[in-house]
């Protein structure tokens, strides 16, 4: 498959996309294709300071997409936290490809990502349940359920009191 910024398998393509099995790996722009699609999902990320703060993260980080022809549907980027872990700084797919499949091929990605570092656990953390109704982050918990990981420890206050952060872990057997 040769779209634009989309290399075959093996290659590099000259707009900085490597693939990776389902999903692409990002070499180039990566902070450009985080806010944007972090600044389309309002429901989730309605804090610029946020959107910029991960934005600026993810430049350094190893990140993946989903490429749909020549527009990205979907990114996760992942931070190390050796010598056993790797975190899942940030996942966003665009809403119109919620329930496509996205989100899982991006989760294999990261997992694979993982299990090349020698990680045997990936991490990720989202907004706990705070007492009212969130649809949204109901969706994403059962998305973390439904792709074994599970739910460790709720943080009240890692990133703010009316954030309650959920830390989900999920152990990544060796594959033989």
């Not at 910024?5 to 294709?33: F, P």
């Not at 806010?35 to 600026?56: G, H, K, N, Y």
Request: glycine content about 6%; some cysteine; overall charge negative.
């Amino acid at each position: 498959m040769r779209d634009a910024g989309v290399a075959e398998e093996g290659l590099e393509s000259s707009q900085g996309y490597k693939t990776m099995q389902a999903a692409v790996e990002i070499t180039v722009d990566k902070s450009d294709i985080c806010r944007e699609i972090m600044s389309e999902l309002t429901d989730w990320f309605s804090e610029p300071e946020v959107i910029e703060a991960c934005a600026a993260a993810v430049e350094a980080l190893p990140m993946f997409a989903c490429v749909d022809g020549n527009r990205i549907s979907g990114f996760v980027a992942m931070r190390s936290h050796p010598p056993d872990a790797m975190e899942i700084l940030v996942i966003a797919t665009r809403t119109a490809y919620h329930r496509s499949g996205v989100g899982r091929r991006l989760l294999a990605a990261a997992e694979d990502c993982a299990r090349a570092s020698g990680c045997r656990i990936l991490t990720v953390k989202t907004l706990a349940y705070r007492g009212k109704t969130e649809p949204q982050y109901d969706a994403t918990r059962a998305f973390y359920d439904r792709n074994g990981f599970i739910r460790a420890e709720v943080f009240p206050t890692l990133w703010h009191e009316d954030h309650p952060c959920l830390f989900f872990v999920k152990p990544l057997p060796a594959i033989p």
